[in-house]
Nanobody
Framework: QEQLVESGGGLVQAGGSLRISCAASIRTFNSYVMGWFRQAPGKEREFVAVVNRSGSGTRYADSVKGRFTISRDNAKNTVYLQMNSLEPEDTAVYYC?????????????????WGQGTQVTVSS
């Protein structure tokens, strides 16, 4: 059964850094595009970043561009999100997701599998 498990969330001060990870139990991990989404209290889930199947291509939301970096290790079936210069507005539950379709999709409807989420809290 396909499963995504996030880890590495926590509490960090504004301006700090955090790296979250997602371990995927997917038989053909490198056939999936991997994305990160987030949902803050009272807000809709929003796209954060996506990496293509080989790891050579990425796409970011404007709000995180230049601060966050998505990467993947196909040998370890793991995707990462390095978050630098964190702001209180980055506080949210961060979800890992896998899409079998598309090149670098930002639409959550195109994703097939989702993790349970990891909480990231940025204090001011």
């Amino acid at each position: 059964q396909e499963q995504l498990v996030e880890s590495g969330g926590g509490l960090v001060q504004a301006g700090g850094s955090l790296r979250i990870s997602c371990a995927a139990s997917i038989r053909t991990f490198n056939s999936y595009v991997m994305g990160w989404f987030r949902q803050a209290p009272g807000k809709e889930r929003e796209f954060v970043a996506v990496v293509n199947r080989s790891g050579s291509g990425t796409r970011y939301a404007d709000s995180v561009k230049g601060r966050f970096t998505i990467s993947r290790d196909n040998a370890k079936n793991t995707v990462y999100l390095q978050m630098n210069s964190l702001e209180p507005e980055d506080t949210a539950v961060y979800y890992c997701s896998a899409a079998g379709r598309g090149v670098l999709p930002w639409n959550a409807d195109l994703y097939d599998y989702w993790g349970q989420g990891t909480q990231v809290t940025v204090s001011s």
